[in-house]
Each structure stands twice: as C-alpha cells, then as structure tokens.
C-alpha cells in the first residue's frame, strides 16, 4: 500500500507538469492509460483473483496434506500406502504448479503490454512527423523529454500496477489468515502449570494392534 501512494503521488507531480507544458498531449495520453487500466482490470485483475483464491485453497489443501502424512507415516508404512499418498500429492501439486504458472503468465501482461504501447507511440509520432515534413530538428527536445520522462514514468505505473495484483492474488489468503487469527484470540485459554506427582507407577502388559493380518 505504501509504495503504490508513493509511486501515485509521483505520478501526479509528473502529470501536473506536463499539464502545464503541454495540456492536449498530457490529456490524451492520460485518457490512453485510463482506458489500458480499466481494460487490466477488466481482463486481468479478475482473472488474477480467482487464481488467487485458488492458490489459497490449494495451499491449505497441501499443508494439511504435509501434516496428515507426517503425523501418519508409521501407519502409511505399516500398511503399504506409499504410492497411494504420494499419487494424491502429485495431483494436488500439478494443479498447484500449473495454477501458479497461470497466475505469474497474468502478472507480466501489463509490464510488457504498457511498455510496447508507450514505445510504439513515441515511434508513432516519429513516423508522423517523417511523413508530414515537419522539422525534426525542433521537435528533437521536445521528444528527448517524452522518451525520458516515459523511461521514469512506466516503472512507476508498473509497479503500482504489480502492487494492486499481488495484493489481489494474495487477498483471499490474508482473509484465512486474519480468520484463524480471529478464532485463536476468540478461544485463548489461560494455561496454567500443575505440578503433579506420581506415587505409584504405571504398567501395560501384553498391549499390541494389528492392522489386517499384520500384527504388532
């Protein structure tokens, strides 16, 4: 959150200068990046959301999986549930993986699409000017200016753009978290320590267990 107020903040000093020295461009190139937003968020952010959610769901799947067979491996061994274990993990962690891939693919669309788009203006413009005549030597500061001040502008969007899809990716995982959070403060229970002492001892004779045929 901090660094996307940051990163806003600096783009809204840059914005503010550009109004003053050129208003139509600044206008037009605002109403360009707003347009790219809404259509990020319409085709990208949602989707980025819903892998999200996913990768919350399979994430606790694989966790309590992990405890289950930590805490049962004698038994798995005992009774030969080896494979049987291992072929429900790998089912679990291919659609983790592949989940995850989709989601990393997702988050690298706006970088490369904002960074084609601003590039392929600049040289738009350059071709413009080539085919209209125009004195190219009068306009080379004004467009050594847009080139640097897009190099310096694009990192920022973004990153603010990167922020809001990690926070929207990791959204449903927070709500876990703060929920267990909720339900650990709501039962805490004071534990008190009591000495106890024993004064005779405890003796088990001829205790075993079997699992089918096979006995221990």
């Known amino acids: 959150l901090v660094i996307i107020i940051n990163e806003i903040l600096f783009l809204s000093v840059i914005v503010v200068a550009f109004v003053v020295l050129s208003p139509v461009i600044t206008l037009?190139?605002?109403?360009?990046?707003t347009l790219l937003g809404i259509a990020l968020y319409l085709g990208l952010v949602k989707k980025i959301s819903r892998y999200g959610q996913v990768h919350s769901r399979l994430n606790l799947l694989v966790y309590k999986f992990a405890f289950?067979?930590?805490n049962s491996i004698k038994d798995?061994?005992?009774?030969?549930?080896?494979?049987?274990?291992?072929?429900?993990?790998?089912?679990?962690?291919?659609?983790?993986?592949?989940?995850?891939?989709?989601a990393k693919t997702a988050k690298g669309i706006p970088k490369d699409f904002s960074e084609t788009l601003v590039f392929s203006g600049?040289?738009?413009v350059c071709l413009y000017l080539l085919?209209?005549?125009?004195?190219?030597?009068?306009?080379?500061?004004?467009?050594?200016?847009?080139?640097v001040s897009a190099m310096r502008i694009l990192p920022s969007f973004n990153r603010i753009i990167s922020s809001y899809n990690e926070y929207k990716y990791y959204k449903n995982s927070l709500v876990v978290v703060e929920g267990l959070h909720s339900k650990l403060a709501?039962?805490?229970?004071?534990?008190?320590?009591?000495?106890?002492?024993?004064?005779k001892s405890v003796k088990i004779h001829n205790l075993r267990f079997s699992y089918g045929d096979k006995t221990v």
């Open 28 to 33: 037009t190139l605002l109403a360009v990046f």
């Open 68 to 70: 289950n067979v930590a």
């Open 76 to 102: 798995i061994k005992i009774m030969g549930l080896e494979n049987n274990y291992i072929s429900k993990f790998t089912k679990i962690w291919k659609e983790y993986s592949g989940n995850d891939s989709k």
């Open 122 to 124: 600049i040289i738009a």
């Open 131 to 147: 085919a209209t005549k125009q004195n190219l030597v009068d306009m080379i500061p004004a467009l050594g200016v847009v080139a």
């Open 186 to 199: 709501k039962n805490r229970q004071e534990i008190q320590h009591v000495n106890m002492s024993f004064d």
